[in-house]
């Protein structure tokens, strides 16, 4: 097991720089704990992966799947209450109420889908976006001692004993999540067919069903596999902060998300990554600063930069700058190679 772990490595990892970078990069997260162990720069990791997770979520639903969602805050939100609601009135630990709610999360991703398979693009977008505005209103209507009204609920149990160990928990949950969903959108697999299929549906979905594909079930499941990992997102989301409110379903927090995925890269996975980790600690550093006032401003400003001369994203930008794929066998190589590593046919 070692040996083949060891092999696939050296071949199908060590060639190729992007997937090079991607390891490089998820173990600079495991020795950031030791690198620093400040409480806030420990913090703001944790909010980074949970929002990179959350990210990841609507790239899988929205962009590999083209069921666009401007309302992918409700199961971020769903997921947040249902373990604030199950940790305030029920008392039980975060182990039981973050699976349950990111379960709950894809039930209420379940029933979302349902106008999905009746609504072309455009029309699912404003009614996905109109979901969890009536929601927010309705929460905050809700008797203060069930829910919190305007204020939410707060006080519930940490994820783990000391920041450190939080850390990890976080960091580990979101790199299994996203090489989860990273496998799930593998147009490539051998084994594994939702990611074929969830592209056949976004290119052509009456193609799709013409094949044989049965489109509505595989529409449901990306919105169930979405409302998922955004569920699990918000329930980190409301332990972190020991507290959770109506403001989890605002427009904002939905357009924040696709902002990032936009900037490194709509349909990759890494660039949803690459969009959270490059733009929100941005954002929270110029928060500080003397032009904390512009901080948005110059987010936007970055991210129409992107749009004009890297309109496929930051991450696919590069990408393309250090990968060249082989016409032949599809197989990705090193940008400078002249000749494929594995059949030869040469690189152009």
């Keep these: 097991m070692l040996r083949r772990l060891l092999k696939d490595f050296?071949?199908?990892?060590?060639?190729?720089?992007?997937?090079?970078?991607?390891?490089?990069?998820?173990?600079?997260?495991?020795?950031?704990?030791?690198?620093?162990?400040?409480r806030y720069t420990l913090h703001l990791f944790n909010l980074i992966a949970i929002f990179a997770m959350f990210a990841v979520s609507w790239d899988l639903l929205s962009g590999y799947t083209g069921q666009v969602n401007f309302g992918h805050a409700l199961f971020f939100g769903a997921g947040g209450y249902a373990t604030a609601l199950l940790s305030h009135h029920l008392g039980w630990q975060p182990w039981a109420t973050v699976p349950l709610a990111a379960v709950i999360a894809a039930?209420?991703?379940?029933?979302?889908?349902?106008?999905a398979l009746r609504l072309r693009p455009p029309y699912l977008s404003l009614l996905t976006l109109a979901f969890p505005l009536i929601l927010e209103q309705v929460l905050k209507a809700v008797p203060k001692e069930i829910a919190g009204g305007h204020y939410g609920l707060r006080g519930f149990a940490p994820l783990a004993t000391s920041p450190v160990g939080?850390?990890?928990?976080?960091?580990?949950?979101?790199?299994?999540?996203?090489?989860?969903?990273?496998?799930?959108t593998d147009a490539g697999s051998k084994n594994i067919r939702t990611g074929l299929i969830f592209h056949a549906i976004r290119e052509d979905e009456i193609a799709a069903r013409a094949t044989g594909i049965n489109t509505?079930?595989?529409?449901?499941?990306?919105?169930?596999?979405?409302?998922?990992?955004?569920?699990?997102?918000?329930?980190?989301?409301?332990?972190?902060?020991?507290?959770?409110?109506?403001?989890?379903?605002?427009?904002?927090?939905?357009?924040?998300?696709?902002?990032?995925?936009?900037?490194?890269?709509?349909?990759?996975?890494?660039?949803?990554?690459?969009g959270v980790y490059t733009l929100y600690p941005l954002v929270e550093l110029l928060r500080g600063s003397a032009i904390a006032g512009y901080r948005f401003l110059i987010m936007t400003g970055l991210v129409i930069l992107v749009l004009l001369?890297?309109?496929?994203?930051?991450?696919?930008?590069?990408r393309d700058?250090?990968?060249?794929?082989c016409p032949r066998c599809k197989l990705s190589n090193v940008a400078w190679r002249k000749q494929c590593r594995a059949c030869s046919a040469p690189l152009r």
Excluded: C, D, Q
């Excluded at 039930?107 to 106008?115: E, R």
């Excluded at 709509?266 to 690459?274: F, L, P």
């Excluded at 309109?311 to 590069?318: D, F, L, N, R, T």
């Design 166 to 184: 939080e850390y990890y928990l976080i960091s580990i949950v979101m790199t299994v999540s996203i090489l989860i969903m990273w496998k799930l």
């Design 107 to 115: 039930l209420v991703g379940t029933l979302t889908s349902l106008p």
């Design 216 to 274: 509505i079930r595989y529409k449901i499941l990306a919105f169930a596999i979405g409302g998922f990992f955004a569920g699990l997102a918000g329930a980190l989301y409301a332990h972190v902060f020991s507290a959770v409110g109506p403001s989890v379903f605002s427009m904002v927090n939905s357009f924040t998300i696709i902002i990032y995925v936009v900037f490194g890269g709509i349909v990759s996975i890494y660039g949803a990554v690459v």
């Design 10 to 38: 050296r071949f199908g990892v060590l060639p190729v720089p992007g997937r090079l970078l991607a390891v490089i990069f998820f173990v600079f997260l495991l020795i950031i704990p030791v690198i620093t162990g400040a």
């Design 309 to 318: 001369f890297m309109p496929e994203g930051v991450a696919v930008w590069i």
């Design 321 to 325: 700058k250090i990968e060249r794929e």
